[in-house]
T-cell receptor, first 116, second 113 residues
Framework: GDSVTQMEGPVTLSEEAFLTINCTYT??????LFWYVQYPGEGLQLLLK?????DKGSNKGFEATYRKETTSFHLEKGSVQVSDSAVYFC???????????????FGQGTILTVHP | SQTIHQWPATLVQPVGSPLSLECTVE??????LYWYRQAAGRGLQLLFY??????ISSEVPQNLSASRPQDRQFILSSKKLLLSDSGFYLC????????????FGEGSWLTVV
């Protein structure tokens, strides 16, 4: 079945540092890929997405590129802020085989803490 | 615009008591609806999904049930809560205007004591 693997956390950075959170996946067909963010005590918010190979999703300074050759969707940000402290989830949605409900398959999440 | 709401936001329930969490979606018709649970340690697990009124599919056997009495209403229930039911419950939807993206509600914190 489909699966998503994220780098183990927690990740602790100083403000303005460069961020990379690795994400790799296993899936049949051509899944769509997502990054969701969860701030403390809140639900999940969509951060960015990519629906086909070589697509780059971007939002709020975060970027991720859909790499089919390496089955990866790594999240990057050039300069993190304290307000970026949250849990980040990589996820895929696979409609291969005509599955109409298309559930999201999540990675385990990575806790990011940014210090001033 | 499309929105999703779920309630209550937090609740503390004794073991053996019933549960009802409600979720509604506005601004779209015939959405796919989902209930996820996030237990301590932050992993997300799909519990139920629904592609239409009265159509419920369960991903994992458990002490919970779901119902969809109206097109944009999704309810998570239990007759008798267990300690292991504690967690953060998230309702989500995918609608005609969201493309391939699933959007989540604010979540409901359940503590079973």
């Amino acid at each position: 079945g489909d699966s998503v693997t994220q780098m183990e956390g927690p990740v602790t950075l100083s403000e303005e540092a460069f961020l990379t959170i690795n994400c790799t996946y296993t899936a049949t067909g051509y899944p769509s890929l997502f990054w969701y963010v969860q701030y403390p005590g809140e639900g999940l918010q969509l951060l960015l997405k990519a629906t086909k190979a070589d697509d780059k999703g971007s939002n709020k300074g975060f970027e991720a590129t859909y790499r089919k050759e390496t089955t990866s969707f790594h999240l990057e940000k050039g300069s993190v802020q304290v307000s970026d402290s949250a849990v980040y989830f990589c996820a895929l949605r696979n409609l291969a085989g005509g599955t109409s409900y298309g559930k999201l398959t999540f990675g385990q999440g990575t806790i990011l803490t940014v210090h001033p | 615009s499309q929105t999703i709401h779920q309630w209550p936001a937090t609740l503390v329930q004794p073991v053996g008591s019933p549960l009802s969490l409600e979720c509604t979606v506005e601004g779209t018709s015939n959405p796919n609806l989902y209930w996820y649970r996030q237990a301590a340690g932050r992993g997300l697990q799909l519990l139920f999904y629904s592609v239409g009124i009265g159509q419920i599919s369960s991903e994992v056997p458990q002490n919970l049930s779901a119902s969809r009495p109206q097109d944009r209403q999704f309810i998570l229930s239990s007759k008798k809560l267990l300690l292991s039911d504690s967690g953060f419950y998230l309702c989500a939807y995918q609608g005609a205007l969201t493309g391939n993206t699933i959007y989540f509600g604010e979540g409901s914190w359940l503590t079973v004591v």
